[in-house]
């Protein structure tokens, strides 16, 4: 396979998947990473933003497998990289914006159940497709509004509930600040995702797999830089050992969950561009979206968390707006594809008139 800007329709369904499939671990993994650190003794929230994006240095691994296939295909000559400097400083602002947001992220959830992740989904559905419309001008069909509204609506009905879930030792006030950061961080990433395609859109040069990883791999280097300063500040370096010693699971098992972590999320950020890169930014946000149920159902399994009646509605209505926005773009490929069949069938038609 080389390594083009233009894949064939195979090769983006199959990319698609891969990366569809590393965001659903990192929607369904990171938070209740986040939350079994929070909940067996971690409280070091610029810690935790770290681990978020500290993962980056694995994007080096497909990165340098991608370099040697290029190697091998095309000479010597091939470039190292494919990031210039105009899209490494774009990539590096969004990134330094994706430090505050995983930091507001923690910081709500060092003080919500993994259940009220629901009122981050639907907030940043709402921004994500809000800034697609404005952002790359996306067109809306009467499939994705459908989606987008069930989606919201799915899991507003979920966050309705979350006041019944506080966690104990966690006061009123921790509550509510904990919940409005979580809009808040919620708000900011439904921004950044448009922001991404801007990006490729803009790029006045072909995206690439490789590209696209680089991209990654600078924006999350810049977002840990970011949360390196606030943990420098905070003093959070000196006191991982001390938190590690008195971790509920044990000094070993509290390095476990810091590690998985990082890797889990990475998978988060990884999956997060590529749906970006193959689809849209919209797309990526629904599939975080849709995501949510699972989430909620292993909060229930793993933290004892309560499965309402609200949480089977918000199931129901998540998995219909799913099929809805999947069915609309079935139905659009559907109709590109017939387009381009006619076209060159006028085109045959037309050189067959000529000879």
Not at 7 to 25: A, K, P, Q, Y
Not at 46 to 74: A, D, H, M
Not at 207 to 225: H, K
Not at 326 to 354: D, L, P, S
Request: glycine residues 8%; proline residues 2%.
């Amino acid at each position: 396979m080389e390594e083009e800007a233009n894949l064939s329709i195979n090769m983006r369904r199959f990319l698609l998947i891969i990366n569809c499939l590393l965001l659903s671990v990192g929607v369904c993994g990171g938070p209740l990473m986040m939350r079994l650190y929070f909940v067996e003794g971690g409280s070091r929230i610029w810690f935790n933003s770290w681990l978020q994006t500290g993962g980056w240095p694995l994007t080096i691994i497909p990165l340098v497998i991608l370099y040697f296939y290029r190697r091998k295909t095309k000479g010597s000559d091939t470039k190292f990289y494919y990031i210039t400097p105009r899209i490494f400083i774009a990539s590096f602002v969004i990134g330094v914006f994706t430090g505050v947001d995983v930091y507001l992220y923690s910081w709500g959830g060092s003080k919500l159940p993994v259940s009220t992740s629901s009122l981050l989904i639907a907030a940043q559905l709402a921004f994500t497709a809000i800034g697609a419309y404005f952002i790359v001008k996306l067109k809306f069909t009467s499939y994705s509004i459908n989606a987008v509204v069930l989606l919201t609506l799915g899991a507003v009905l979920l966050g309705m509930r979350s006041n019944g879930d506080r966690p104990e030792g966690v006061t009123s006030k921790d509550y509510v600040i904990g919940f409005i950061m979580t809009l808040l961080a919620a708000a900011l990433y439904g921004l950044i995702l448009p922001c991404i395609e801007l990006m490729y859109l803009k790029a006045k040069q072909a995206i690439t797999a490789t590209l696209v990883l680089e991209i990654q791999m600078v924006m999350c280097f810049a977002s840990t830089a970011f949360c390196t300063i606030g943990m420098i500040a905070n003093k959070d370096f000196q006191a991982i050992s001390r938190e590690a010693k008195h971790f509920n699971l044990g000094e070993g098992r509290y390095y476990i969950v810091v590690i998985w972590s990082a890797i889990i999320w990475q998978c988060f950020f990884v999956g997060a561009v590529g749906v970006i890169y193959l689809s849209s930014s919209l797309m990526s946000g629904v599939m975080i979206a849709v995501l949510l149920p699972i989430t909620e159902v292993l909060g229930v399994i793993f933290f004892d968390e309560k499965f309402s009646g609200e949480k089977g509605i918000s199931l129901f209505l998540s998995l219909w707006g799913f099929v809805s926005y999947f069915y609309g773009e079935f139905k659009q490929a559907k109709k590109v594809e017939k387009k381009k069949i006619q076209e060159n069938e006028m085109t045959t038609t037309t050189q067959i008139e000529h000879v």
